[in-house]
């Protein structure tokens, strides 16, 4: 190995080393789903014995390391460094419970359970059945929720709940009790309690409240108790040019199409009360059916005093990279909102195969949008790209291509 390069290759490495301790004193969790703010944490249920996350120092999460509580049907159990794998030869059903201590309590509330584990066996026979009790001690625990997930199969995934966890504030304990199908082995990595706040894309303030567009017949955020950093507003659908048919479930609606095609919604919300006149940052959450390559999706956002004096306050294009599952996107541009504005209404239109799913819209105020390479970066990532430019400018190939070498 020529000197020069065996130069570049030690100081990428130191580099990077300095870039990874950053981060950490950062107080930054890489990989969990939502994030959580020092004024409403997410509690982690960690599994291992040394969970890379519990060495890290992040005032947005509460860690907590916890050990095995019971198991049945499986032939063997294993912990290793940051997972703990069930085992069990070939396909059969069996059991596995977690323990946490808590120490002290965690505000009470009710918070989405989320589960990042992988096993083998289809999904689709292996759903799994978790249970969460909690209580002041282990003698004491309670029943605080049911809840029926779908692995991904021998990829990891956090997978959220649909139905909320309830805690309480002298909980000290809490209990993660699993069965279930499975083929060959059952493998935990974490558990997470976060609030259903936190599942939205950005957080606000009580002087600039985020504003949820939220679309279903009775979808859990008007439900649910009101917060003085969040306003939600209620919208209904109506199906457009091409569009089969439409249907409002409880927490999303649906519009149809006959196989391929391009068809238009349109969702309109009457703003009691109104919204803070201003620029927003808008996202959009919705799934469709269809190659993603060819179902990027227009939408239109109109805004006015009356249904019938509406003025277009913002176009954008998104396109969802996942089919058939949800998806957070923000517009590349921002909506202006007007004061005396009392209607909203968005119209899309695209392509899709069957069908597109809309769950809400959601508005953020103040601040320029993001471009797409930042919102596609993440702080990790804009760390490594940062030590790769320094690096290539002291030499005449970027390094990238000598690590690829």
């Not at 517009?331 to 119209?347: R, S």
């Not at 690096?391 to 000598?402: M, N």
């Amino acid at each position: 190995m020529k000197p020069l390069t065996l130069f570049f290759m030690m100081v990428k490495a130191v580099l990077l080393a300095l870039a990874g301790s950053s981060l950490g004193h950062a107080g930054v969790i890489p990989g969990l789903p939502v994030q959580g703010s020092a004024e409403r944490p997410v509690l982690l249920l960690e599994l291992g014995s040394e969970p890379a996350s519990s060495r890290v120092e992040d005032k947005t999460a509460r860690v907590v390391t916890g050990e095995i509580s019971g198991h049945e049907g499986d032939t063997s159990i294993q912990t290793d460094k940051d997972e703990i794998s069930s085992l069990h030869p070939g396909f059969g059903s069996w059991k596995v419970g977690f323990r946490f201590k808590l120490g002290s309590g965690f505000p009470a509330g009710s918070y989405t359970f989320w589960a990042r584990w992988r096993q083998g066996g289809d999904p689709a026979v292996c759903v799994q059945a978790f249970e969460v009790w909690a209580g002041p001690d282990a003698s004491r625990l309670e029943l605080r929720g049911s809840l029926s997930m779908k692995p991904k199969g021998w990829d990891y995934a956090w997978i959220a709940a649909e139905t909320p966890v309830a805690l309480k504030a002298d909980d000290a304990v809490i209990e993660v009790r699993d069965s279930g199908a499975g083929h060959d082995a059952k493998v935990f990595d974490a558990f997470l309690l976060a609030s259903p706040l936190s599942a939205l894309p950005a957080s606000g303030t009580p002087d600039k409240p985020v504003v949820l567009l939220d679309l279903g017949k009775a979808p859990a955020f008007a439900a649910a108790e009101k917060n003085n950093t969040l306003q939600v507003q209620l919208g209904e659908g109506t199906a457009g040019s091409g569009a089969a048919s439409i249907l409002t479930e409880k927490d999303e609606v649906q519009v149809f199409h006959q196989g391929f095609g391009s068809w238009d919604a349109d969702f309109r919300f009457a703003l009691k009360p109104e919204i803070a006149p201003g620029q927003y940052r808008m996202f959009t959450r919705y799934k469709s059916g269809g190659e993603v390559s060819q179902v990027a999706q227009n939408f239109t956002v109109k805004a006015g005093a009356q249904p019938e004096q509406l003025a277009t306050r913002g176009d954008f294009v998104l396109t969802n990279t996942t089919p058939w599952e949800y998806q957070w996107l923000e517009a590349p541009v921002t909506v202006t909102v007007l004061p005396g504005d009392h209607w909203l209404e968005i119209h899309n239109t695209g392509k899709a195969d069957g069908a597109k799913v809309f769950d809400a819209f959601f508005a953020e105020a103040g601040g320029a949008a993001r471009r797409l390479d930042e919102r596609r970066t993440s702080p990790g990532q804009e760390s490594l790209s940062g030590i790769d430019q320094a690096i290539a400018g002291c030499q005449a190939a970027p390094v990238s291509a000598r690590w690829q070498g």
